[in-house]
């Protein structure tokens, strides 16, 4: 899951710099800055979660997989700014990692139940 989880981010990444690099996007608009923010944090998680130890994977049954699908499948049916729910789906997909993320790292820990 781990390196599948990676490269499904990795590229919902490239998918938001496309976003934000279009020239229909201007960057002073607020929604420029709110996915900007998102690709930082989603950025940071990925890093993260390269990090962890391979057992972490085992630990949980976290899939950010159809998440992240649907995130890219929304901005790239934006084809110019991308619409509120595309960027709303983005903010799901960080949600879900820093869910996963505070369950698998080490110390003290806000363990979400498996479902």
């Known amino acids: 899951m781990k390196l599948q989880s990676v490269q499904m981010i990795g590229n919902l990444l490239t998918d938001i710099d ?28 990925q890093r993260t979660l390269v990090t962890l130890p391979a057992s972490a994977e085992e630990e949980s049954d976290a899939d950010f997989d159809p ?11 934006s084809p110019r700014a991308p619409s509120v729910n595309a960027i709303h789906q983005v903010a799901k997909v960080t949600a879900s990692v820093d869910r996963f993320l505070r369950y698998v790292e080490p110390g003290p820990k806000d363990r979400l139940p498996k479902r």
């Open 18 to 45: 496309t976003t934000l690099a279009q020239n229909d996007f201007d960057s002073s608009d607020p929604s420029w800055h709110q996915l900007y923010a998102l690709r930082k944090h989603l950025d940071d998680q």
């Open 67 to 77: 998440l992240v699908l649907t995130a890219r499948r929304m901005l790239a049916d």
